[in-house]
């Protein structure tokens, strides 16, 4: 008897072992490995910038394959790693990419989540030691072709064609005929005028005449814009964090090591690091009681995107300080509305291009995209209206469903500024960012990137959560010639397919420790709660 009771005693601990390793929230230590230094002591910091270091690295190796998916597969679109000449038949290598890509975005995600947690419950690492590992993770960046976007080759051409002096908003890059500033911009784009403000595009023009009029170092420059871009968000959130009396630490990692700002930003080469350092940057020198710097810092901004000048309207608002009623801050806003016009009117003469920019907003809304709510929506009434022989054109509704999403985006963007004082300045920003980007008609991963980085400094609970998540799933999204690799993967050897699936799932399960410094084990706390399950259970065969 007291055999078989040994034996189920030893099983029910085997029971309650697999039970509580099965159980987040009582197989997780409410400590970390972080924990186990001493205060001043952040080493460990070493190993998730090797390992983040390596994934980066993994990412673009597996980009610069040829046949790769995830950047343009045209001759003469990067210095290596594309074919000598087009050849759509050429998917030898493009499993081994994709395989290699995305082995290396799971891990990476993995680290900066890990990352994201320890340091949010370990405070006060130092920004010295987060600012070296972002310039570590940026350095393979710098020599891969631009990742999972061609805007960055529209904004070459138009940058040559500032400089040869043909104004971008009154015609496409195709202007400036075949060659090979046109070779890797989008057929949509070829004969669309730019959307983009005369800051960007002076600067764009500036970097086309500094290569020599070489594409390819034009392109180079530009993703050396958007590093500097990133590297002015890096200067502002540790002083905004300070400035709420948050963690700079905790700020910088949710905002700078990001996934999407490092593959999205600087992989992809994107304006939008230029338009949110230039918009933090404003915000940064209000709340240091600069309004007026702020201002033309977030005109600057506004003139590489529009929606940028959301940051306009917020400085103006806080001009006449906290607690005014807001009879009283009409007069801000109309001197800030007089400083930005101000501004704005500057560079239309400065850079000889006028007030064309605004005709062409709208511009962007030519992508029909699933990815925007608004936009999904309008196809799916627009489906079903076609499915009932209903003649209503896809355009028309469209029209209706994006424009109730723009409603929508400024109900709550007033909201926010209503409620400022209640919410915070950093959090209303942010909300109002993501609700356009979300609620708009076109909805790129990159643009979250606008709401996430605005709110990092002071962000928590659910929009915590949702910034995590978007920050989790997005990178995943902006996939280049996605139709076509999921027509390639079909033809694909089947057994190759699983030893891929099987590669991927391996670096989703394979355990890193204290490799991502992420939550562990606790052996300790498993191993006091084994007895008492054993006392219960020896307790139940006594009776």
């Not at 891990?107 to 947690?117: D, K, P, S, T």
């Amino acid at each position: 008897m007291d055999r078989v009771q040994s034996r189920l005693q030893r099983l029910s601990m085997a029971v309650e072992g697999a039970r509580l390793r099965l159980t987040p929230r009582l197989a997780l230590s409410e400590r970390i490995e972080a924990d186990n230094g001493a205060p001043d002591d952040w080493r460990f910091l070493r190993r998730p910038a090797l390992l983040g270091f390596i994934a980066i690295l993994s990412i673009c190796v597996g980009a610069s394959l040829t046949g790769s998916p995830f950047k343009t597969e045209l001759a003469g679109t990067w210095f290596f790693g594309d074919p000598s000449q087009s050849n759509p038949d050429q998917t030898f290598m493009l499993l081994p990419g994709v395989v290699t890509v995305y082995g290396g975005m799971i891990l990476f995600i993995r680290v900066w989540f890990g990352l994201v947690q320890a340091l949010r419950h370990r405070p006060g690492a130092p920004i010295r030691a987060l600012a070296g590992m972002l310039a570590l993770w940026i350095v393979p960046l710098l020599f891969v072709a631009p990742l999972f976007s061609k805007d960055v080759y529209s904004y070459a051409a138009q940058g040559e064609m500032m400089s040869h002096h043909i104004n971008p908003y009154n015609y496409g890059p195709a202007t400036i005929g075949s060659g090979q500033y046109v070779t890797g911009v989008g057929n949509l784009w070829l004969n669309t005028p730019a959307p983009y403000g005369p800051f960007f595009l002076m600067l764009a023009g500036w970097a086309a005449s500094l290569s020599g009029h070489n594409a390819l170092v034009t392109v180079e420059l530009l993703r050396l814009m958007s590093v500097a871009g990133v590297a002015l968000i890096a200067f502002c959130i540790p002083k905004l964090a300070r400035a709420y009396g948050r963690d700079p630490g905790a700020a910088f990692t949710l905002a700078l090591l990001n996934p999407l700002t490092l593959l999205a930003l600087i992989g992809g080469a994107h304006n939008d690091a230029i338009m949110v350092g230039l918009l933090l940057a404003g915000i940064t020198a209000a709340k240091y009681r600069h309004p007026v710097v702020g201002i033309v810092l977030c005109t600057l901004a506004a003139a590489i995107k529009v929606p940028a000048a959301i940051g306009i309207v917020y400085v103006a608002w806080d001009w006449a300080g906290p607690g005014v009623p807001w009879r009283s801050r009409v007069r801000p806003l109309i001197r800030g509305s007089l400083i930005s016009l101000g501004v704005m009117a500057a560079l239309a003469v400065v850079s000889g291009l006028g007030w064309g920019w605004i005709a062409n907003l709208g511009t962007p809304d030519a992508v029909r995209s699933w990815m925007a709510p608004a936009t999904a929506v309008g196809l799916i009434i627009s489906g079903a209206l076609h499915v009932l022989h209903i003649g209503v054109g896809l355009g028309g509704v469209l029209t209706v469903t994006r424009l109730l999403g723009l409603l929508t985006a400024t109900a709550i963007a007033a909201y926010c500024l209503r409620h400022k004082e209640a919410l915070g300045q950093l959090t209303a920003l942010g909300v109002t960012a993501l609700a356009f980007v979300l609620l708009g008609p076109v909805v790129q991963p990159w643009y979250l990137t606008w709401g996430i980085i605005l709110m990092a400094p002071v962000i928590s609970g659910r929009l915590r959560s949702l910034a995590l998540g978007l920050s989790i799933v997005a990178p995943f999204i902006g996939l280049t010639g996605g139709a076509s690799l999921l027509k390639q993967l079909l033809a694909t050897n089947p057994f190759s397919m699983v030893v891929a699936v099987f590669v991927l799932w391996a670096v989703v399960m394979l355990p890193l420790g204290r490799w991502t410094t992420s939550w562990r084990l606790d052996r300790a706390r498993l191993g006091s709660a084994l007895p008492s399950s054993q006392g219960s259970v020896s307790a139940v065969f006594e009776s």
